[in-house]
T-cell receptor
Framework: AAGVIQSPRHLIKEKRETATLKCYPI?????VYWYQQGPGQDPQFLIS???????DKGSIPDRFSAQQFSDYHSELNMSSLELGDSALYFC??????????????FGPGTRLTVL | KQEVTQIPAALSVPEGENLVLNCSFT??????LQWFRQDPGKGLTSLLL?????REQTSGRLNASLDKSSGRSTLYIAASQPGDSATYLC??????????????FGKGTLLTVNP
């Protein structure tokens, strides 16, 4: 079965550089979530999209922005990178159901290292 | 604000032992609860999803229970094996007014099964 695809899998950047992370949801999933997991931490919600519109926002720095495109893939853009941005970034997708939530399917993550 | 707590933070057991991991949440108005497994530096693997109307869910040697009224869930692992060594995370969806349900994670239980 198709899974959530994230690219790149690993990324190394210098401080103050920019980075773009991509997420391709499972086919026919119209909702995308982004999470950040710092070293030794639990995943923290950043932002979500439904039908190409931002639907919820968590602890996402102003230096970060994201969008969902017409083919439902999503990109997380990170500027002015800081050492503290080094983390594992997960994307998850789910189908939207009117009567209940459904499981979120997680991608393998992108490991961002800021030097 | 939903808070998820997992006890213990770490657990070390000999191979073959049955064990229980605990998860508690502060807001009992949840739609479901999900247990994940995470190997070091790797992605999140969904183990079990229990809907709020269910009491328990089983998959192989894993059994998860949910007591929504008391805000608790347990993950029971039978006949543990060294390959079960990983961090186990529980997560519950919460909604801040939009149409999507971000997951709030516990900090996880680091399980080590010794041969």
């Amino acid at each position: 079965a198709a899974g959530v695809i994230q690219s790149p899998r690993h990324l190394i950047k210098e401080k103050r550089e920019t980075a773009t992370l991509k997420c391709y949801p499972i086919p026919r999933h119209d909702t995308v979530y982004w999470y950040q997991q710092g070293p030794g931490q639990d995943p923290q919600f950043l932002i979500s999209f439904y039908e190409k519109m931002q639907s919820d926002k968590g602890s996402i720095p102003d230096r970060f922005s994201a969008q969902q495109f017409s083919d439902y893939h999503s990109e997380l853009n990170m500027s002015s990178l800081e050492l503290g941005d080094s983390a594992l970034y997960f994307c998850a997708s789910s189908p939207l159901r009117e009567d209940s939530t459904d499981t979120q399917y997680f991608g393998p993550g992108t490991r961002l290292t800021v030097l | 604000k939903q808070e998820v707590t997992q006890i213990p933070a770490a657990l070390s057991v000999p191979e073959g032992e049955n064990l229980v991991l605990n998860c508690s949440f502060t807001d009992s108005a949840i739609y479901n609860l999900q247990w994940f497994r995470q190997d070091p530096g790797k992605g999140l693997t969904s183990l079990l999803l229990i809907q709020s109307s269910q009491r328990e869910q089983t998959s192989g040697r894993l059994n998860a229970s949910l007591d929504k009224s008391s805000g608790r869930s347990t993950l029971y692992i039978a006949a543990s094996q060294p390959g079960d060594s990983a961090t186990y995370l529980c997560a519950v969806p919460s909604n801040s007014g939009g149409s999507n349900y971000k997951l709030t994670f516990g900090k996880g239980t680091l399980l080590t099964v010794n041969p």
